[in-house]
């Protein structure tokens, strides 16, 4: 059972809803965000999905596609962040996930990209650009290592697809909330309780809801059906309003995800 796997049976034994906050990796330096990692996996959360930084973040708001700008600027690179997670893997018990676009793996080479991130310690993959039918070597590579390769589904996802995608993901299934790109809303889609009801009555995969939930609120919200939720655009505006004292930010981003993670217990 993958590392993944674990903790949401786990969960499920508690009757706990799973929260995973994403940070883009080396917003604004990787020093800040090992700080920031190990700080909100000891506020509460239950797996955390690590942002690869990368220049055309097509599924991105403005928050995330910012904080990769920075990242960058910064001289955060693939290697740099894999090392990180060999750094912090040790010191963190919950899932590591990275998430990032299909250029970040395929300049590493599929193969060579699965044996680094295994051996650093990394639990998941999302690629929000590579579907299962061009994604069979990668997700096999993968697997192969015991890396989760985690796939993505949407409002507009169709029945059959939605199938498809439940059985072919490992760890859990990430359901898009709205049609769009990443970043913090006032509201969710009145739709999209039934859309996940109708995920989980044909599979027993964990699904967890990303894409605008931002309070603790729409976090407790989606928790009544679904079994976690992804909060990424709205943490990192948490960290960028602390300004630019290190631990300012490593303590806002700790004080959210103990907000977020309380009504899902």
């Known amino acids: ?33 090992e700080d920031v990692l190990i700080a909100i996996a000891n506020a509460g959360a239950d797996a955390i999905e690590i942002g690869i930084p990368f220049s055309d973040p097509m599924a991105e708001g403005p928050t995330i596609q910012r904080a990769s700008e920075r990242a960058l600027q910064s001289g955060t690179t693939l290697r740099r962040i894999l090392e990180l997670v060999g750094r912090v893997r040790d010191r963190i018990e919950v899932p590591l996930i990275l998430m990032g676009y299909a250029n970040n793996v395929l300049v590493a080479g599929e193969a060579q990209f699965a ?51 439940a059985k072919e993901t490992r760890g859990f299934l990430y359901f898009v909330a709205l049609t769009g790109v990443t970043g913090a809303r ?7 309780e039934a859309e ?27 928790a009544g059906f679904a079994d976690g939720v992804v909060v990424g655009s709205a943490l990192i505006d948490r960290m960028q309003a602390a300004g630019d004292d290190r631990q300012a930010k490593v303590d806002a981003a700790a004080r959210f995800v103990e907000e977020l993670k309380a009504p899902l217990r």
């Open 1 to 33: 059972m993958s590392r993944i796997a674990a903790r949401f049976a786990a969960l499920r034994e508690r009757e706990e809803k799973a929260l995973i906050p994403f940070v883009t990796a080396g917003d604004p330096d990787l020093d800040t965000t």
């Open 115 to 165: 044996k680094m991130a295994a051996a650093r310690g990394v639990d998941g993959l999302i690629t929000v650009d590579i579907p299962p039918e061009e994604g069979a070597t990668l997700f096999d590579a993968l697997r192969d290592q015991g890396v989760d390769p985690i796939l993505l589904a949407a409002p507009t996802t169709q029945p059959k697809r939605l199938a498809m995608l």
């Open 186 to 192: 006032q509201g969710l889609s009145s739709s999209l």
């Open 196 to 222: 996940v009801r109708s995920v989980r009555s044909s599979s027993d995969v964990p699904v967890c809801v990303g894409f605008g939930v931002s309070t603790p609120e729409q976090a407790a919200a989606v």
